[in-house]
């Protein structure tokens, strides 16, 4: 497109209330992000209710230091991206009603986009070079998708998980040893410290397609060998756990991701989703990737967990591909990648 396209996006899937507004897909003009964390920290999770009203006292705030930020008025956007599924119905409820709200208002097209649509697309804001098509894997709090990008807007699915996804992988096990809520950065931080080839744990047995994924025999191996532990009157070493919990995942998922680079070949392979922010992940898909002669990509840690960014950037290639929503656009939490 020759002119700018400006879109004002909004994500409210869980626990960040976002917006930010995005020129052309791949410029962001700002990206604020309240996160609720600390709230949730309190009863070891997200609690939907209080996500649900956390999100209404603060998006209306949220938005206008987006537009502030960016030094623009809603007036001089072009449409209203916002996300509308998979996540918690409360809180997607209050993203969505928002953004009909404006759109309907200021008489601005209304695009839904799909949550996980968004953190892939995260990964075309630092790299402008990446183009569909790619290979990526999506890792984050509710989802493990190994996916081919076949165009914008385009996914084919290869794998997903059949149990737990592996951030929630993560932050069962950082509960399990005491780390508590959100368990990603707590375990990362914990593994630095610890052996990685302390505990015998065993590799996640993968279910019916070899891309699918299986985390929760790890998550049991691990809360086994605790118990184990204990009954033995043995202490045990929380870093320990964290190194070999976090090799065993990373390994499957590395694995997974080259098993998917043989088979179907890639100019490229991107990973998404809040554990795409682990070090350790990143490394070993890096050096994975390199092996084959693949470029890698991730995006910055803070366009990798959830925020309204990624939205305007898949929001864009929607628009550009003349997808519009009506006035009926309904939160889906279950919405899955493809559907629209
Ligand atoms: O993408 P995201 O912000 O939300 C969802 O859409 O789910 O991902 C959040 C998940 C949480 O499970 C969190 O523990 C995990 O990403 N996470 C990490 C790291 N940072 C966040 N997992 C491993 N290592 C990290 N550094
Ligand atoms: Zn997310």
């Known amino acids: 497109m020759d002119r700018e396209i400006k879109i004002l996006a909004i994500e409210s899937s869980c626990d960040e209330t976002a917006a930010a507004v995005v020129v052309n897909g791949r410029d962001v003009r700002s990206n604020i992000i309240s996160t609720q964390i600390p709230l949730h920290t309190l009863y070891g999770g997200v609690v939907p209710e209080i996500a649900s009203r956390k999100h209404v006292e603060r998006i209306n705030q949220v938005i206008e230091e987006a537009l502030k930020e960016a030094g623009e008025t809603l007036e001089q ?21 928002e953004a009909k709200a404006i759109a309907f208002a200021k008489d601005l097209p209304l695009i839904g986009v799909h949550h996980i649509e968004g953190h892939i697309s995260a990964n075309y804001i630092e790299n402008k070079e990446l183009k569909p098509p790619f290979l990526c894997l999506v890792v984050s709090g509710g989802h493990t998708h190994l996916v081919r990008v076949t165009d914008y807007g385009k996914y084919e699915i290869l794998g997903r998980t059949v149990d737990d996804a592996a951030g929630e992988a993560f932050d069962k096990v950082a509960r399990a040893i005491g780390l508590g809520y ?8 914990a593994a630095l ?148």
């Open 193 to 340: 410290e610890g052996d990685a080839y302390a505990i015998d744990l065993p590799k996640a047995k993968v279910g019916d397609s070899a891309y699918d994924f299986s985390f929760s025999g790890l998550k049991s191996a691990v809360l086994n060998y605790i118990n184990g532990a204990q009954m033995k009157g043995e202490e045990i070493n929380a870093n320990d756990i964290a190194a070999s919990f976090q090799r065993v995942v990373v390994e499957v998922l590395t694995e997974h991701a080259m098993l998917a680079v043989d088979e179907f070949g890639c100019n490229a392979f991107a990973i998404a989703g809040g554990v795409a922010s682990n070090g350790a992940l990143r490394e070993a898909m890096k050096k994975a990737c390199e092996k084959k002669g693949v470029p890698f990509y991730h995006p910055s840690p803070i366009l990798c967990t959830d925020n309204a960014a990624m939205i305007g950037a898949a929001g864009y290639y929607e628009f550009v591909a003349g997808r519009r929503d009506g006035w009926d656009l309904n939160a889906v939490p279950n919405l899955r990648l493809g559907d629209r």
């Open 182 to 189: 959100p368990g990603g950065p707590k375990v990362e931080k």
């Open 77 to 97: 956007m072009d449409a209203i991206a916002v996300t509308y599924g998979p996540g918690l119905v409360g809180p997607l409820l209050v993203g969505v009603a």
